[in-house]
């Protein structure tokens, strides 16, 4: 399946896969987890390549050899958090692109529920996102950031307010409600895990 790049949009858009967090509760890298058979890395790069022309790993210096011949990474580099890390990194090295973002622990996660995502872009507004079907907020971590949006999360950062999905309730977001909700199932944990594979998905 191919779908075009930038449907509404004007930036221009590429993909990151946010794979630096030390998957404490999890007990073993969330990113290498081979729900579909691959390294969950893997698949969500080929998920994102249908869409957009470049995807890159967001992760941390010493993960590096742990993702095989992949060449596109940007490495944690600046002085932030958990997920903002990885995201100001991204923005650090092109300010003026927007980034269509997804964590590595969404085992469920298809490129249908990105392409809609994508179809929805409102690049007047500072980001483009769904709802969690959790806590009915903005879900950070399955995102389309623009350079705005990433503007104010280096601000709030640099004003100790670690977390993306606090400023993305700060911020004008065009919020969509995802027809395919069930693939936002997040998996933290071992038991979460065996949920997914067990979905059969």
Partial sequence: MTFPNNLNGTANIKGLILCGGY???????????AYHGVPQWKYLAEVLQQLVPEVYLSCREDQLPGFESYDRFIVDSVPAKGPSAGLLSAHQKEPGTAWLVVACDLPLLSAESLHYLLQHRNPAKAATTFVSPVNHLAEPLITIWEPAALNALKRNVENGMNCPRKTLLNI??????????????????????????????
Avoid: C, H, V
């Fill in 172 to 201: 004008d977001i065009e919020l969509l409600n995802n027809p395919r909700a069930e693939e936002q199932f997040n998996a933290n944990t071992p038991e979460d895990r065996d949920t997914a594979l067990k979905s059969g998905r």
């Fill in 23 to 33: 998957s404490t509760r999890m007990q073993e890298d969330k990113s290498m987890i």
